[in-house]
């Protein structure tokens, strides 16, 4: 790409201030509202309540964690380009189990404090509780969908669902928050104590709607209405892999970089189930290529699509782009369908000759993705290419073939990169092999800043 066209074409912005805001602004909001019961005499009412004061904090905790959990994948850009959206799926994950457990020992708590205090027994009591206090019966609702979203969450239960299934049963996180409302705002004594906490509680509940409304639906809906994308042709690239080709208007001005995916959906059947694909060539302001091998019902009807089919996208998203570079030098370790996002990098970054080398691992040499593209870019640019061909190893998790295994992985590593150390090294593949290849390069030497690497497993 020469350096005239990249300059016309538009980069998402990243501030590494934006990371350090966004992680303060969430410890901040834990720690006021803990302050907020502290000011409403919760710990002076400890001694004589411990239930209901140690209920009241819980749920307070509780209400800012799900409010965080919206937030985090609200997909704001400057938070999503800051952190990536794997370590945002992770945190998401974490705060949401957090928030969860705690809701559910708000309850317990509470609970049992109005059973002593109305010497009563636990279950006549809670069952008082859901039927007459005010926007009980809403609350209760929204803690069973809040429930199944935490319930589907669980490894176990995400490997026996779709992608497609899954994100739907995730939608009902917003339900849970938008139940729990009325209870807090009719019942809960702590978010009305005060102006101060009315007034955090209604900017709180403001920004994670506003978020979800501007980023998650106001943006895409802009961005397709302002790009109009469609299909220009479909190529297939190998066994189960096609490519798609889009086109549409002014697409210089859309803010991508290699390295980031899209979550797509296409006119058609299924049309409302959105998958996420990595752009597989650099962006060159004129159209955009996506890659992807049948791995289901998603994927495989990319094979099917026709030219002027509409397109509507979600992104970009994603980190694995120049905007994490450190160095000069750079080292891309890819396996099978992870080529694409590297494929793209190789593409669209500066380097000089002999500062690149390519790692690419596949079982078959007939499965090697984009060989000519990458042989050609090689050629020209000076990339060094290393093919890791054959089965792995089966007694040690390592990123190599099996011939290699008498010599520990970072070993082969520093004798196939001797500076490996001094390189920025991008990483995709299969979650196990990513890995592998991460923990690798850190026993060869290279600082943690320098290895960036994104799962796509949800």
């Known amino acids: 790409m020469s350096a005239t066209l990249a300059a016309r074409i538009a980069r998402p912005a990243v501030h590494a201030w934006w990371r350090d805001v966004a992680g303060l602004t969430a410890w901040l909001s834990v720690l006021f509202v803990a302050a907020l019961w502290v000011s409403g005499r919760g710990l002076q009412d400890l001694g004589a309540d411990f239930f209901t004061s140690t209920g009241r904090l819980t749920g307070l905790l509780s209400a800012d964690l799900l409010l965080l959990q919206l937030l985090l994948m609200a997909r704001i850009p400057w938070v999503e380009r800051s952190y990536g959206q794997d370590e945002l799926a992770r945190r998401h994950r974490l705060v949401g189990f957090t928030s969860i457990t705690l809701l559910a020992a708000h309850l317990m708590l509470i609970t049992l404090g109005y059973a002593a205090t109305d010497r009563s027994g636990v279950l006549a009591e809670a069952w008082a509780l859901v039927t007459t206090y005010p926007g009980m019966l809403l609350a209760a609702a929204g803690t069973v969908a809040l429930g199944l979203v935490a319930v589907t969450s669980v490894r176990a239960a995400r490997r026996r ?89 002014w ?93 793209a990098l190789l593409e669209e970054l500066p380097y000089r000759s002999g500062d690149a080398v390519l790692f690419l691992r596949t079982g078959r040499q007939a499965d090697l993705l984009f060989r000519r593209e990458i042989e050609d870019l090689a050629a020209r640019r000076g990339v060094r290419i290393h093919y890791l061909l054959g089965r792995r190893s089966r007694d040690r998790a390592s990123w190599l073939p099996a011939g290699y295994a008498p010599v520990p992985d970072e070993q082969v590593l520093r004798h196939l990169v001797l500076d490996i150390a001094d390189h920025d090294v991008y990483v995709c593949g299969p979650d196990a092999w990513t890995a592998a290849v991460l923990d690798s390069a850190r026993h060869a030497g290279v600082p943690g800043d320098r290895i960036h690497a994104e799962r796509f497993a949800w």
């Open 251 to 343: 697409l210089e001005k859309l803010p991508v970089a290699a390295g980031q995916f899209f979550v797509w959906r296409f006119a058609g059947p299924g049309w409302s189930r959105g998958k996420p694909f990595s752009l597989s060539a650099a962006p060159d302001g004129q159209r955009l290529r996506i890659t992807a091998k049948d791995l289901g019902e998603g994927s495989r009807r990319l094979a099917t699509l026709r030219p002027g089919t509409p397109a509507w996208f979600e992104g970009p998203y994603g980190r694995l782009t120049a905007n994490v570079r450190k160095g000069r030098k750079l080292a891309l370790f890819a396996s099978g369908i992870g080529i694409t996002p590297l494929r």
């Open 161 to 249: 669902l779709r992608y497609e299934s899954w994100h739907l049963l995730h939608l009902y996180a917003y339900l849970g928050a938008a139940l729990a409302l009325p209870h807090q705002l009719w019942t809960g004594a702590d978010f009305t104590a005060s102006p101060v906490a009315t007034a955090f509680w209604w900017t709180a509940y403001a920004a994670a709607a506003g978020a979800v409304l501007v980023f998650r639906v106001g943006r895409p809906v802009w961005l397709n209405a302002r790009h109009r994308l469609v299909v220009e042709q479909v190529v297939p690239e190998g066994p189960g892999v096609v490519s798609v080709y889009l086109t549409g208007r």
